[in-house]
């Protein structure tokens, strides 16, 4: 069972952060050892979405949703034995949000500010409101940055690439967004060698992506029951790393995030940010390690999808994605949702041009906004 808390709301009237009682707050435990009580079951061909292999490890044919869902528990079970386990459905420790710094941008709310994302660290974090002329609950997005140093400034277009700034983008369009600091980049100071109880960064990254969620939650201009995420490059495939294990996510959009692992340079995702597994538990090689991108797509389903990959990106081979995208297609015939699944090819090297993220737009309006 999820547990919400009640951490923080936020007027627009009065523009401060009113702090709610918590009536629950619990310590946080992860264990960085391979997951024991969930079978793991094998695939060798990843790319494969029409069949599942039974308790007796027999191949059968998927025809139907609920079929699908016996394959889409395997690709769970396996993505924790690289990121680790998921530290849900443990009790939350309380968010204890604090605003550090609030100004005006034009007649929007700009809120610096940090929250408890398990009982060892805390997450710095930007909160952005739209105009008061966008009236009632507002749909909302989690903006996740791409590999810079000034980590959750470059979505809101404070410093950085002045192309990714989408979180400013989608706060104009009326969207509440949340734009948190990845582990180790931005202000996040984050010690990937202390016994942290997290076995890779990437589930270290999904945790506070998961809590930043709990906190959009809290606040009364959200409705909750529309929530997104973008992000480009190493928010990209955070994004999406996420959305497998975050239902709430509504929809997704990646941009340069992915490519399959037969396409890529698989020893560059071993570092501490990363997972490091791949290296140290299944040698770096790509018939090993037990899960690959066609089945993180396929596992979203029915829930709406854009990949946007650039044709030129010289990071994340174009041809990878479209591998991708064609086998979770299959996964999403099987409900009915074809047209939730969508891929945007701009001409251009690793990058989030305006044609590309317009077209994001677009499909996030389509799905969040009614």
């Known amino acids: 069972m999820r547990i919400r808390e009640a951490g923080w709301t936020v007027s627009f009237a009065t523009g401060y952060l009113l702090a709610l009682d918590i009536v629950h707050v619990s310590q946080f435990a992860c264990s960085a050892e ?3 009580s969930a079978k793991a079951i094998e695939y060798p061909e990843h790319a494969n979405l029409t069949y599942f292999l039974d ?71 930007y909160v952005m409101f ?16 791409q590999t810079t140093a000034v980590g959750k400034d470059e979505p809101l277009g404070i410093r950085g690439d002045v192309n990714l700034k989408y979180a400013q983008e989608l706060v104009d369009r009326g969207y509440v967004v949340i734009v948190p600091d990845y582990p180790s980049f931005g202000e996040h100071r984050y010690d990937f060698k202390a016994s942290t109880g997290y076995a890779s960064g990437t589930m270290k990254a ?9 906190l959009l939650e809290t606040l009364a201009e959200v409705d909750p029951g529309r929530i997104g995420v973008i992000g480009h490059s190493l928010g990209g495939h955070n994004a999406m790393f996420t959305a497998v294990f975050e239902p709430r996510l509504k929809v997704i ?10 396409k890529d340079d698989l020893p560059s995702w071993t570092g501490a940010t990363y997972m490091p597994r791949i ?4 040698g770096n090689d790509v018939k090993r390690v037990p899960f690959d991108f066609e089945e993180i797509v396929g596992a979203f389903a029915p829930r709406p999808f854009l990949a946007c990959a650039a044709e030129r990106d010289d990071d994340f081979d174009v041809k990878g994605v479209r591998e991708v995208m064609e086998s979770a297609l299959s996964v999403y015939r099987l409900y009915g949702a074809e047209k939730h699944l969508e891929a945007y090819y701009p001409a251009t090297p690793h990058a989030f041009p305006s044609d590309a993220r317009q077209t994001a737009y677009r499909f996030v309006d389509q799905h969040l906004k009614p």
């Open 253 to 262: 959009v990646s941009s340069c995030g992915f490519t399959t692992f037969r």
């Open 130 to 145: 739209p105009s008061p002329r966008f009236s009632g609950k507002r749909p909302a997005m989690l903006c996740l940055h």
């Open 34 to 36: 391979p997951d024991q």
């Open 55 to 125: 308790s007796q490890g027999k191949s059968q044919t998927i025809q139907r949703p609920a079929e699908w869902e016996k394959r889409r528990q395997h690709i769970v079970t396996n993505l924790e034995r690289v990121m680790g386990r998921l530290p849900a459905p443990r009790p939350r420790v309380a968010l204890d949000c604090k605003v550090i710094e609030e100004i005006a941008v034009g007649d929007q709310v700009r809120k610096k500010v940090s929250f408890q994302s398990d009982a060892d660290d805390r997450v710095p974090a």
């Open 206 to 214: 999904i945790w506070d992506n998961i809590r930043a969620i709990d």
């Open 279 to 282: 290296a140290t538990q299944f």
